[in-house]
């Protein structure tokens, strides 16, 4: 379809442009790594603030001392395309430097010592970890800090509480009893006293009074004007008798009489307790110390051990006041100062006596009716944990084991006999800890490769699971509700529909993160009541503080309306007057994904469809084909310049070379392409370059489309012209109908890649290997290998062909020595060996369109040595060549800046002239920038030259080396693997039977039939149409933009323009009215420029005249007649969804038995059968099928004998059927003699049944 020009439908359009989508993830890992930054100016956090956290380690002793000076992150020894085949990990080699000082002998040693590899991050948030692409996604979990609670209960008063969140250690939850006092847990241990507590934590509140003092008012009364109501702040002490007559917090009561009757003038009370809730609380401690108070907690908390004061104090240090094990984090402390409005540094991490107290004061606020408890779904009190810190938690643990492990090795060893310091450090530990988080680890995924959509969004994925995170078992209704805090950070839309409801979520298109990894949002800055060209991001917290208007509530000029507007106020909507609107939305599609943005007319769809549409659309598969969408909202090429399927420009230059597999960019930057690549999901990526010849690009820009793009444009599916009519019932149900010109054409075409590989190991008995010589099998079936038993490159196989030819030593005893050496001078015998071939498994066939061969360089024959030093003595000129072509372009800029030609000093030849490589070899080696000469502006000009040029120069022959040192090396392959054979099959899956189909407003479907093209319905011009939808998959799902897109698609289809309408910004009816009306011209136009120049109809040009209620006249192709009613056609753009009928597909006849129950197994995978399970039986049971359900419960299932009977009565030809005993019956019977209990079937009589007898 031709697309002339682009009509853009938005009114307001955007005041910051799309961010980079997958910054979050790039950013994160750039400061957990800090590679670039030198290791003096590195900050603390990441990697960084991890060693210095776990270092300096001592011995026990003190007299051997381990420091971390810094890191250092080597270049990776392979490519991640090598990565990729050998099931490697992209990283690069980590070593710590570190020095050791001994402090009885003043030695002092460094060393640097290699403690594993980190993965790098390629792409947009990808790494390659054994050969697989993962990413890790970001986890949304409960902040750190402090939050107020309040519990209702029916009939009951309300019980206020707050609880303190650290970022590592004990939890402390404080909550107001029944009986009015305030109590504490510590990471739920049984209740304690807040005041206990709060004695424990800090000396100076060890005295009652002072607590009293802290949270009441305390005056000093004349006894003669005391009241039985007032509370004594201090003990009441009779000054003559030493008798104590009131206790600190007690009421006077009844003692009244007898503190005036005594010798005191005067004494400290409270006399107002407007809140008695301390003093009920000290009522209940019976502590009245800081020592008193530690014992009782060490008691609580350690119910079995008798009491000490001085191993109470230590774990109370421990808990409360050791970095190490109790840490608030940044974050937490930041709430905190957040929330009491203190500016206490950030770098205090432990608790303080304060926030104990300012809580206390806060919970009696709240009983008072003022302050605010705290929403814990609210995203002030939600952060993102990226992979920076996930990645430091999970490293944190294998540092301390190595720090344990390091201290053990100190104390064991004598420090005489150390030699290097390597020896005291194992890095096992933090190898596999490395190993484990980003290999297995729970928020570490399998990328989803099945379009560019999906690996962005994949990567821009929000999970509340995970380590330390919900449980998607436990997770109530509110966790997983869309909150007014979501704005423009979640999407509310974008979720997966089963158990992962709402606890999987998608970061919105501005949404980013701030330092503390809480999500914000931009907003224009509103000033005067105009907006500016400021905005500000904020967080979710400081919005709801703030007046914020829509998108809408401005005018052209700027301006906001006069009187009043619509706005967001302490998250509710209201009217307001404008002049105290702060902020303004940046742009309507703020508040959605980039799934949900790609669907036009997304505020005329339910959300329900909206969500199945936005998930659909990560389905779809690439397309051998591409077209981008004729209705589109703007972001397709947003997605497609995101996502790390296309090739992007690194600088700026001019295209010199450009063919199928690469690109060359002045010379220097050579793009090599990947072509016909299966990704994870099997579907195929071929790079095809999109820049010509002399073009010149800038830096960013697409140079080659990738896997389901188009142009640098995001293409996921194709559009086709659309009828909403039914078809003889075909489309019941959701069902859909299409043309064969759909599949004749190729239209929904699409290539997936299979990879299969074998390997060779060394046997007990012998080594396996891989040959052409394959014993029992025709020559037919091994026409298509090679002399090495390797299927050859454009072979077409099916079903159980050999892919590769591989025997295996089968003899009953080990080999001799002798017998060895026989069988490498003669070969084997056919009959020692037993096939072991790679075959295409059941119900798959393709092409073969390529082959690697992987081996250790051992065994190797001088032919073979000879083949290998050809190829790299060839590889190594190609590489030179490279090299010179770079070196000689800077010396032309070079010559051309300085003005004269640069001569060799040393061998006084014309530098880059010669057409010898062996001499601009020796040039590159000894080259240096001295030689130039001229003024110190040409000399200035010339290091920025070189500058640019040298680093590209120095990359080639750095990876000539690496390159070559690997092919004399041979391939790492894993441990006792000798050889390893990849074979690649292409599969060409046309549009059939049974395959999904969905457009983007969740309208789903599944092909029920493929009509004949000239049966399809046609319009009034003979134009069939390409597809049936059913009119009634519209009005009860309420998504009503299809049919909004089918009309504008129209349109656009007959004017050859792409209509792009963003969502909540888009063409409204009336345009769409306009629209149709300038295409009903333009045809009229088209016809009379026809009929004037006598031209025929040109083929799928469309001449008809769309009338106002959108409705034409179709005509059936089966008999020609007209419709009885007018149909809804337009154009839709259709996509086909990863579940295609050819994968689902699945039949037995005989196959794989289980072991103990000897039924077949199940699912398609392992050749399994269908299960005829207890309601089917029940089903045939109903109707009296007795013999039909007795053959499939014996002999189609796990009759053993009766099994064996059916294939003699085939092989007879009789048609008898014999039932044994099911094994099943057998296995149950054991299963009871294994409780105790013998069971027999027997006669009535009592006999015992001979044991050949069947039962069914």
Not at 662 to 689: S, W
Not at 730 to 759: G, M, P
Not at 1175 to 1201: C, F, I, R
Request: with cysteine; aromatic share 6%.
């Amino acid at each position: 379809m031709q697309v002339h020009e682009v009509r853009d439908f938005s009114k307001r359009g955007e005041a910051l442009p799309i961010p980079n989508l997958i910054d979050i993830q790039i950013e994160s890992y750039q400061r957990f790594l800090q590679k670039d930054t030198e290791p003096s100016k590195r900050k603390n956090e990441g990697l960084e603030g991890l060693l210095r956290e776990v270092f300096p380690i001592e011995s026990y002793d003190g007299n051997l001392r381990l420091e971390y000076l810094d890191y250092a992150l080597a270049e990776p020894r392979y490519t991640p395309d090598e990565c990729r085949a050998l099931r490697l990990t992209y990283g690069m080699p980590f070593r710590i430097r570190v020095r050791m000082i001994r402090k009885d002998k003043d030695e002092v040693v460094e060393d640097s010592i290699y403690v594993g590899e980190i993965p790098i991050m390629i792409g947009g948030g990808e790494f390659i970890i054994n050969g697989a692409e993962r990413v890790i996604v970001s986890q949304l979990h409960r902040s750190p800090g402090v939050d107020f609670l309040v519990e209702e209960r029916e009939g009951d008063r309300p019980l206020h509480g707050c609880r303190i969140i650290p970022e590592r250690g004990s939890w402390i939850e404080a909550s107001v009893t029944k009986k009015d006092a305030l109590v504490v847990r510590i990471d739920q241990s049984s209740k304690i006293p807040a005041t206990t507590f709060l004695r424990a934590l800090d000396k100076k509140y060890s005295a009652t009074e002072s607590i009293i003092r802290e949270f009441y008012a305390v005056e000093t009364v004349k006894t003669r004007d005391l009241q039985a109501a007032y509370y004594a702040a201090a003990p009441i002490i009779d000054a003559e008798s030493g008798e104590e007559l009131v206790k600190a917090g007690a009421q006077i009561g009844e003692n009244l009489g007898k503190i005036q009757a005594s010798s005191l003038k005067s004494v400290a009370v409270v006399t107002k307790a407007s809140d008695p809730l301390i003093l009920n609380t000290l009522a209940e401690d019976s502590s009245d110390s800081h020592e008193n108070a530690l014992l009782k907690i060490y008691a609580r908390l350690r119910p079995g051990n008798p009491p000490q004061l001085d191993k109470a104090v230590t774990l109370f240090q421990e808990k409360f006041f050791d970095e190490a094990r109790y840490r608030l984090g940044r974050v937490g402390r930041f709430r905190i100062n957040r929330k009491f409005e203190q500016n206490v540094p950030e770098t205090v991490m432990t608790l303080r006596s304060e926030d104990l107290v300012n809580s206390i004061k806060y919970v009696v606020k709240l009983r008072r009716n003022e302050g605010y408890t705290d929403d814990i779904d609210h995203l002030g009190n939600r952060r993102l944990r990226t992979i920076d810190e996930l990645a430091s938690e999970e490293l944190r643990k294998g540092f301390l084991k190595l720090r344990r492990t390091v201290q053990e090795r100190m104390s064991l060893k004598d420090p005489n006999e150390l030699g290097r310091i390597a020896e005291l450090v194992n890095s096992k530990s933090v190898s596999s800890a490395i190993d484990f988080f980003f290999g297995r680890g729970e928020l570490s995924q399998v990328v989803d490769q099945t379009n560019p959509l999906s690996q962005l969004t994949h990567e821009r994925r929000l999970s509340a699971l995970g380590p330390g995170g919900l449980n998607r078992k436990r997770a109530g209704f509110d966790v997983r509700d869309v909150h007014i805090s979501h704005y423009g950070r979640i999407c509310p839309i974008e979720t997966p529909e089963g158990t992962n409801i709402g606890l999987i979520a998608s970061l919105a298109i501005y949404a980013d993160i701030d330092e503390y990894g809480f999500l914000i949002t931009p907003y224009r800055v509103v000033k005067d009541g105009k907006v500016n060209g400021e905005h500000k991001y904020l967080r979710a917290d400081e919005e709801m503080k703030a007046v914020l208007a829509p998108p809408d509530a401005i005018e052209k000029d700027g301006h906001l309306h006069r009187g009043t507007v619509l706005a967001r106020k302490e998250g509710d909507l209201t009217s307001v007057p404008s002049k105290e609107v702060q902020y303004v939305d940046i742009s309507p599609r703020q508040t959605v994904s980039v799934s949900a943005a790609l669907i036009p007319f997304l505020e005329h769809d339910d959300a329900n469809r909206a969500l199945m549409g936005s998930n659909m659309q990560r389905q779809a598969v690439p397309l051998l084909r591409t077209e981008p969408p004729i209705v589109a909202t703007g972001l397709e090429r947003a997605v497609a310049q995101n996502s790390g399927m296309v090739v992007r420009a690194e600088r700026a230059g001019v295209v010199t070379a450009v063919d199928a597999t690469r690109i060359l960019i002045d010379n220097a930057d050579e793009y090599i392409l990947r072509k016909f690549v299966g990704l994870n999901e099997r579907t195929c990526l071929n790079q095809k370059p999109i820049v010509r010849k002399g073009q010149r690009v800038k830096r960013g820009q697409i140079i080659a489309d990738g896997a389901a793009t188009h142009l640098g444009e995001l293409a996921l599916g194709r559009n086709v012209l659309v009828a909403f009519m039914t078809f003889d019932g075909y489309n019941f149900e959701d069902a859909i109908v299409i043309s064969q010109r759909l599949v004749k054409d190729d239209t929904f075409t699409s290539v997936h890649i299979e990879e299969y590989d074998v390997e060779i190991r060394e046997t007990k008995l012998g080594r396996e290997e891989f040959t052409r010589e394959i014993p029992n099998v025709s020559e037919r079936a091994l026409a298509n290998l090679d002399e090495m038993g390797v299927v050859q490159v454009g072979t077409r196989v099916g079903p159980h062909d050999i892919l590769v030819g591989k025997v295996a030593p089968k003899s009953k005893s080990e080999l001799t020595p002798e017998e060895k050496l026989l069988h490498a001078i003669f070969g084997r015998t056919g009959e020692d060996v037993k096939n072991d071939s790679l075959e295409m498994p059941a119900g798959e066939e393709g092409v073969v369109i390529a082959t690697q061969r992987f081996s250790r360089r051992m065994h190797m024959t001088d032919e073979q040595k000879k083949a290998l030093k050809k190829e790299i003595d060839r590889y190594e000129k190609e590489m030179d060549a490279r090299a010179i072509a770079i070196f000689k372009q800077m010396i032309e800029e070079i010559n051309e800046v300085t003005g004269q030609t640069l001569v060799d000093p040393n061998t006084r030849q014309k530098v880059g002239q010669s057409d010898n490589a062996d001499i601009i070899m020796e040039q590159i080696e000894t080259f240096d920038l001295n030689w130039v000469k001229g003024s110190r502006e040409a000399k200035e000009q010339a290091a920025g030259t070189y500058n640019r040029f040298w680093p590209r120069v120095q990359a080639v022959l750095k990876e000539k080396a690496r390159r070559s040192e690997h092919m004399k090396r041979g391939d790492e392959l894993p441990s006792g693997v000798l050889e390893m054979v990849k074979v690649y099959v292409a599969t060409k899956r046309q549009l059939s039977v049974g395959d999904k189909m969905a457009g983007r407003h969740g309208n789903k479907g599944v092909i029920a039939r493929i009509v004949p093209e000239e049966d399809m319905p046609f319009l009034e011009d003979g134009t069939p149409v390409d597809i049936l939808l059913n009119p009634l998959g519209v009005p009860s799902r309420m998504n009503v933009g299809q049919i909004l897109e089918t009309h504008l698609g129209w349109a656009a289809a007959v004017l050859g323009f792409q209509a792009v309408t963003p969502v909540f910004d888009g063409a409204t009816e009336e345009e769409i009215h306009k629209a149709l009306e300038e295409a009903n011209q333009a045809i009229r136009d088209r016809r009379r420029d026809r009929e004037k120049n006598r031209v025929p109809l040109g083929a799928r040009e469309l001449d008809v005249l769309m009338p106002y209620g959108g409705k034409v006249q179709l005509y059936d192709g089966r008999t020609g007649e007209p419709l009885e009613q007018k149909t809804t056609v337009g154009y839709i753009y259709m996509m086909k969804l990863h579940h295609l009928v050819d994968d689902k597909i699945h039949a037995r006849s005989t196959g794989p038995y289980s072991l103990i129950t000897q039924q077949p197994l199940g699912g398609k995978a392992r050749t399994g059968g269908q299960r005829f399970g207890e309601m089917e039986v029940w089903g045939l049971e109903a109707y009296g099928a007795a013999y039909v359900l007795q053959e499939l419960l014996t002999v189609k299932s796990d009759d053993v004998e009766g099994r064996t009977k059916i294939y003699e009565s085939m092989v007879k030809g009789t048609n008898t059927l014999e039932a044994g005993t099911p094994v099943s019956f057998d296995v149950l019977c054991n299963e009871i003699r294994g409780l105790g209990l013998n069971i027999q079937l027997e006669k009535k009589k009592g006999l015992g049944v001979e044991e050949d007898q069947d039962l069914m």
